[in-house]
């Protein structure tokens, strides 16, 4: 650990969502301390975090929306937005910030962190809201990410001014899906908003975590030797997919995490959405017109009848109601219902529809001729996003349990997490998905592993995560679940009219564990002085045989996946411009947990990081 | 807010209602005050300066600060309407109207008073159970009715449970907020 852990006083588990933010803490064991309380873990806790809930007034809450509203200077009285430690802060955000933007949408920036990964955009360049006018002031996904950050530092340097927060074990959660670029953008925003020890988590494995922590000594009775245990994460905005196999070393019960899914912009927020046009069109077929601010009363109006329709088997429906915006309540109000019916079609059959397993969505391709937006999934049916991902994971505890067989990875065990699974309708349906396409290889039904706090587990689990690193409690192995490639163009006659085709040259094997690093010896690269040089980036989530240094001229457009370019930059200083310098590339997995690519000249002496956020050339 | 002078309230409004059971309140308060000053004051024996006047001790009426009463408002006001609701005039609406309107305050009532409040019931029996109050029962807590004579252990019916809050989270507010603004107008540009 790069980080002497005796300066820690708290494990902090901050889980920075795509809608909602979290913060977890634990207190850490000291020295001797640590050996008696091998098991005796106590239980995370969560931060009640400040946050302005009207115009002058400040409330708590465990959720901080992940909302920023840039409002217009003549919006604001002076005080308005004073917050516990701030007479006047740079941002509003949270609570009231979401309130605000759902009537003035031009000045809200949401969902920063799906921006943080989307690589068709510079990450850096400030340019949210989008397509708002120019007088609103501008801040990049990083920025953005980087406020709500300060904001937990700043709530918790508040409520622990005796352990301020760069002192703390800090444990940030991503997707496992997040490419690297968006990993190393979100250690970015920590670092800037002073963050010190700083360790990334799997949002899935740290799911796992806090149902570890909440089973104590039980998790062993729970799961056995050849267990894989699939955890599906349906967040606000995101699905989170990833596979653990249980196996045995020594006599102990292991963890390892042997996949991961693609990244899928599909969430509980689509089918609070979903519902809402549902009612809309039924509306309208009885001649009524629905204003763009009902529709936003009505999505609010279904996540709540939703949940209790989906609680309550007894209800056939719900009455939903939009309040008029103006004194006059009465009259103005709308009331509808949303019935069984539709949350069953909507959500049931919309989102989680029994398919086969061999039903895949569309291969949607990245970036191309992507309108500047952010690439939602274009089919919401989650049932499909998982067949495709057990299935192309067909083989992947393979080399942990043995050899399988079928067309696509067995799941045991099901551990699901995220909001939308607070309605037991939807646990079963997924539970029940999965089991129909064992029942169909003949397989044993999946268990579902239960106890997670749904909106607070992936803080829970993170802030228990730096206990475990104490050597508290058992440990998910994995390293990396992607192997990654830059491609080159492959030395061929020119053939005009036709591009050279592309050679994928492996630079960083499936499974690297933080700390390891692999140099590439087999091949150097000239690198221009003062010339930036972009390389193709690709990865992989299935090919786990491969060594850096393999170079493959032909592979399934499935198995590699392209990521955003990346470039090196070679300084001109101490060199003449226009030089050719021949370099290595290494690649090494941070302490942090990030990927780091450094070309290194052929004596070593000197390095220059790679850089994953390629800037636009317009913006700097 | 226009200030009646008359003694006797000419409207039943909520800010009547507020000034009732601040009233209530204050006078328990006094009560519940001098009961312990007196039982601190019995083990010493006084010293009597002026045997011939009986010591009156003066009503410290405390002066209320409205603005947590204001900031209750403007909460039930953004959450559930209600200022909108109770000033409506119900007489020309169908009760099909006021049934819509009255769940968004019904839900947005709720929802606020379980962000910003604790409550619980003094109470735990059943409602029309008997039930027997010991000597030195709180009595700002338990309100005897009916046939109040004679002294404790009292024997009676649960009529109501009653409320009381066990923790208020309101909002802090900045120095300087103006809590009169209940609701800010609003124009759409």
């Not at chain 1, 009537?103 to 400030?126: E, F, Q, Y």
């Not at chain 1, 005796?162 to 970015?188: N, W």
């Not at chain 1, 922590?213 to 056995?224: L, N, P, T, Y």
Request: proline content about 6%; charged content about 20%.
């Amino acid at each position: 650990m790069s980080t002497p852990l005796g300066s820690a006083r708290y494990a902090v588990g901050i889980d920075l969502g795509t809608t909602h933010s979290v913060l977890a803490y634990v207190e850490l064991s000291t020295g001797l301390n640590a050996e008696l309380n091998t098991e005796l873990s106590s239980a995370p806790k969560i931060l009640a975090i400040p946050q302005l809930t009207q115009l002058g007034a400040v409330g708590e809450a465990n959720q901080l929306p992940s909302f920023i509203y840039r409002p217009h200077d003549q919006e604001l009285a002076p005080g308005d937005l004073a917050l516990p430690w701030c007479a006047a802060p740079s941002a509003l955000l949270g609570e009231l910030a979401r309130n605000l933007g759902s009537k003035t949408p031009m000045r809200l920036v949401s969902s920063a962190k799906s921006w943080l990964c989307n690589g068709a955009i510079d990450r850096h360049h400030a340019f949210l809201p989008l397509h708002s006018p120019d007088e609103v002031a501008k801040m990049s996904p990083l920025e953005a990410s980087t406020c709500f950050l300060e904001h937990l530092r700043d709530s918790w340097n508040q409520r622990f001014p005796e352990a301020p927060l760069q002192d703390q074990e800090v444990i940030l959660t991503v997707p496992a899906s997040f490419d690297p670029g968006a990993r190393e953008l979100t250690a970015e925003a920590a670092r800037a908003a002073g963050i010190q020890q700083l360790t990334l988590l799997e949002e899935p494995q740290a799911a796992v975590y806090s149902w570890l922590q909440a089973s104590g000594d039980d998790w062993r009775e729970q799961v056995a030797v050849g267990d894989v245990i699939l955890v599906v994460d349906v967040g606000g905005g995101t699905t989170d997919l990833s596979l653990i196999a249980v196996s045995e070393e020594q006599g102990n019960l292991c963890l390892e995490r042997i996949a991961v899914g693609e990244h899928i912009l599909l969430g509980g927020d689509n089918m609070d959405l979903a519902l809402a046009y549902r009612i809309k069109a039924k509306l309208a077929s009885e001649g009524k017109k629905l204003q763009p601010w009902q529709i936003l009363g009505i999505t609010h109006g279904c996540r709540e009848a939703k949940e209790q329709l989906l609680a309550d088997p007894s209800l056939d429906a719900v009455p939903v109601v939009v309040p008029s915006r103006g004194s006059k309540l009465i009259g103005g109000t709308l009331r509808t219902d949303l019935t069984r019916d539709e949350v069953t079609q909507t959500l049931i059959d919309g989102f989680f529809p029994l398919v086969d397993v061999s039903e895949h969505p569309e291969q949607q391709t990245r970036g191309a001729l992507n309108q500047l937006g952010l690439p939602y999934a274009k089919d919401p049916a989650v049932s499909r996003h998982l067949a495709a991902f057990l299935s192309r994971q067909q083989g992947a505890a393979d080399g942990l349990l043995g050899e399988s067989h079928g067309s696509f990875i067995q799941p045991s065990v099901v551990l699901l997490n995220g909001g939308v699974f607070k309605a037991p309708q939807l646990s079963e349906r997924v539970l029940g998905l999965i089991n129909r396409w064992l029942s169909d290889v003949e397989a044993d039904p999946a268990r579902l592993l239960q106890g997670l706090d749904l909106d607070l587990a992936v803080a829970r689990g993170a802030a228990y995560y730096g206990q475990v690193r104490q050597g508290q409690g058992v440990r998910i192995r994995g390293g990396t679940a992607s192997a990654y490639y830059i491609g080159i163009e492959s030395a061929m006659p020119a053939i005009p009219g036709i591009e050279p085709p592309l050679e994928a040259l492996c630079i960083a094997p499936f499974g690297m564990e933080e700390g390891s690093e692999v140099t590439l010896k087999a091949r150097e690269f000239g690198l221009v002085v003062g010339e930036p040089v972009r390389f193709n980036f690709l990865g992989s989530t299935t090919r786990r045989a491969d060594v850096a240094g393999d170079q493959l001229d032909d592979w399934d457009p499935e198995e590699l996946e392209e990521l955003p370019e990346i470039q090196a930059n070679l300084p001109a200083e101490g060199r003449r411009s226009g030089e050719v310098v021949p370099v290595r590339l290494v690649s090494r997995i941070t302490e942090v947990g990030t990927l780091c690519l450094e070309a290194v000249t052929l004596d070593g002496a000197q390095r220059w990081q790679v850089e994953f956020d390629v800037r636009a050339p317009e913006v700097r | 807010m226009s200030i009646q002078f008359s003694l006797t309230p000419v409207s039943v409004d909520f800010l009547h209602l507020v000034l009732v059971v601040l009233v209530v309140v204050l006078v328990l308060m006094l009560a519940l005050v001098l009961l312990l000053s007196r039982r601190k004051q019995s083990p010493t024996p006084r010293v009597e300066s002026e045997p011939s006047v009986p010591p009156v001790a003066p009503a410290v009426l405390q002066e209320s600060t409205p603005d947590a009463a204001l900031q209750l408002l403007s909460v039930l006001q953004q959450d559930a309407r209600f200022l909108d609701f109770v000033h409506e005039d119900l007489s020309s609406y169908s009760d099909a109207d006021i049934g819509a309107a009255a769940r968004v305050v019904h839900e947005g009532s709720q929802k606020a008073l379980s962000t910003y409040f604790t409550l619980a019931a003094i109470r735990s029996e059943e409602e029309e159970s008997q039930l027997t109050l010991a000597a030195g029962f709180n009595p700002s807590e338990v309100h005897l009715t009916g046939n109040v004579q004679g002294s404790a252990p009292f024997t009676g019916t649960l009529i109501h449970r009653g409320w009381k809050a066990t923790e208020v989270r309101l909002p802090k507010l900045v120095k300087g907020h103006n809590a009169y603004i209940l609701a800010a107008a609003e124009v759409e540009l």
